[in-house]
């Protein structure tokens, strides 16, 4: 197997660095953020095909503004900065940044005066997207000025000598609109990199580093039912085989039919050997008279915990390693960590500090829908590679208050209508998440000429690209009438359904 073309990406504490590296990837190119706190020595051992400085919010005029070793630009490697990595380069090799006062925001035109290869075959104006204060009004000495904007002279400029370039926008965001082509035309043309990593590369070089991280000892991994363990956990038994056990927590508080799901994907499917722990009833003990929210994750994500130590334990071989589906912006954002806890965040993974297994993580150079490509590409079932997003506590920070048999049962069957309706409509894909919500009010109503007091069904369906931040998602009004119809109707118990239309943040996705 070749390796692929590394292109590193320099985070200047940027919104969009992701966006960056993942715009880099889908030019079948791999990529890679780095801190700019990272020695350039260090950066340049990793053999970078290009770099790209992101931008950051701070002026480059700013005390203490980040910045980077100017061993950098000699070190020959080709350089694109983007906005304040553009900046950068500007104050770096005697261009001039200024404080005009006229910053540009949004949508801007671009007028490209003589193109460079990043522009070459490029309409001479285009929409970009700005979002800086300071401006270049010089670019580098050497530099060719290829394309300004009415505020700023030296929108995107290059040294082709040197190979050292600058965009003042961002064209990995949608709204610029041949962002992506300038990028390919930098990487292709410039750089000189090969689109080489795609799906079927990402899975050979994984099986090969799970075997050399392995050898022939026994590995464990917990399912969830979600996407994220269930492809971790096809990879490594690509790369193992009979090695591998599985472990599968049946809390009791999963969704409708999806411990069977689970089951018939593995153990069927693809003939891994499973353990299905059957536990619902200790965790329904468990959580008996609570419901307060973060009681409730922290019990479950202990009992958790411990069955699934008991299992481990139990399994032959004694497993010293364990699979995690941990994804690339789990380890991008970890990086930071002062954020205020919202809520105490359980998932599979979620083991104690001084838990004696080495962990095996597959999917940790991967984002959410690469891990998808890679999932279909290894044969996993639609109904789990697009599966929406699941918190790890399950149906139990769904059901406000006293979490009962007889609440999880009408949440169950409330939710699956809504799962079903949503993609009848087309729309499962589209939407980040919609799921029922159970409330702890009840509200009069009228069925059949009779009184009803009853509890309502809230649903809630956000779109997202990150669960960071989210928007309610505008379903057409007939879609609604038919989940609020069909719920009242098959669901005993309901009597009323309400449509949770608050945006992330002031609101959280999950009601707890
Ligand atoms: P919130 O409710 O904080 O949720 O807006 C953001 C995303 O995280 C999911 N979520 C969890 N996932 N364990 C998980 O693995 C958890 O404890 C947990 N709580 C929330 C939620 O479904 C949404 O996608």
């Known amino acids: 197997m070749t390796e692929a073309d590394l292109v590193l990406v320099v985070d200047f504490g940027a919104q969009y660095s992701q966006l960056i590296a993942r715009r880099v990837r889908e030019a079948h190119v791999y990529s890679e953020i780095v801190p700019r706190s990272m020695p350039v020595a260090e950066m340049l051992a990793r053999n970078p095909a290009a ?32 906005c304040y990595g553009a900046q950068l380069i500007a104050r770096d090799l005697g261009g001039e940044v200024a404080k005009t006062g006229r910053g540009e925001y949004g949508r801007t035109e671009l007028t490209v005066n003589q193109g460079g290869a990043m522009f070459r075959d490029l309409p001479a104006t285009q929409s970009v997207w700005m979002s800086h204060f300071d401006t270049i009004t010089r670019a580098p ?14 929108a995107a400029f290059g040294d082709e000598a040197r190979g050292i370039y600058g965009m003042q926008f961002h064209p990995e965001v949608g709204h610029t609109e041949h962002g992506n082509a300038m990028l390919k035309a930098f990487l292709y043309g410039v750089a000189g990199c090969r689109p080489t990593w795609t799906n079927v590369s990402i899975i050979d070089q994984q099986v090969a580093e799970i075997r050399a991280q392995v050898g022939d000892a026994r590995v464990i991994c917990g399912l969830s039912g979600g996407v994220d363990s269930a492809v971790a956990a096809a990879l490594v038994h690509k790369a ?20 069977e799901q689970v089951e018939d994907t593995f153990r069927r499917g693809f003939h891994v050997d499973l353990i299905h722990v059957k536990a619902a009833d200790r965790f329904l003990a468990a959580l008996e008279g609570v419901d307060d929210p973060e ?21 032959e071989g004694d497993p010293q390693f364990l699979v995690q589906g941990t994804l690339y912006p789990d380890i991008v954002e970890s990086g930071g960590g002062d954020n205020a806890n919202i809520k105490s965040h359980h998932n ?14 597959p999917l940790r150079h991967l984002f959410k829908d690469e891990v998808r490509a890679v999932g ?22 769904r059901i406000i208050g006293a979490i009962t048999p007889e609440r999880v049962a009408i949440l169950q069957n409330a939710d699956a209508i809504v799962v079903e309706e949503i993609k009848r409509a087309g729309l499962y894909r589209e939407i980040w998440q919609s799921f029922a919500v159970l409330p702890a009010i009840k509200s009069v109503g009228v069925m059949g000429d009779e009184r009803t007091y009853a509890y309502p ?41 309400a449509y949770d239309i608050t945006s992330k943040p002031p609101g959280t996705i999950e009601w707890e």
């Open 295 to 315: 009681t409730k994750r922290k019990i479950i994500g202990e009992l958790f915990i411990r069955i699934f130590e008991e299992t481990a334990s139990e399994v």
């Open 348 to 361: 599979v993974g979620g083991l104690p500090d001084d838990m004696k297994f080495e962990l095996v993580e």
């Open 457 to 497: 069904i809230v649903l809630r369906a956000v779109t997202s690209d990150d669960a960071m931040t989210a928007d309610w998602a505008r379903i057409p009004y007939d879609v609604l009438e038919r989940i609020s119809s069909r719920i009242i109707n098959e669901v005993p118990g309901i009597n009323r359904v």
């Open 240 to 259: 193992i085989g009979d090695q591998l056990t599985c472990v599968f927590v049946d809390t009791g508080l999963l969704r409708k039919n999806e411990a």
């Open 141 to 154: 000495e050497g530099a060719t000025v290829y394309a300004s904007t009415q505020d700023t002279p030296g």
């Open 51 to 82: 770099i790209i400085f992101s931008g950051g919010p701070a002026s480059v005029h700013a005390d203490g503004a980040p910045d980077i070793d100017n061993a950098i630009y000699s070190s020959g490697v080709p350089l694109l900065g983007l």
């Open 376 to 397: 279909e590409e290894l044969g996993l079932a639609e109904e789990i590679v697009w599966r929406q997003p699941f918190p790890g506590p399950g149906l139990a920070v």
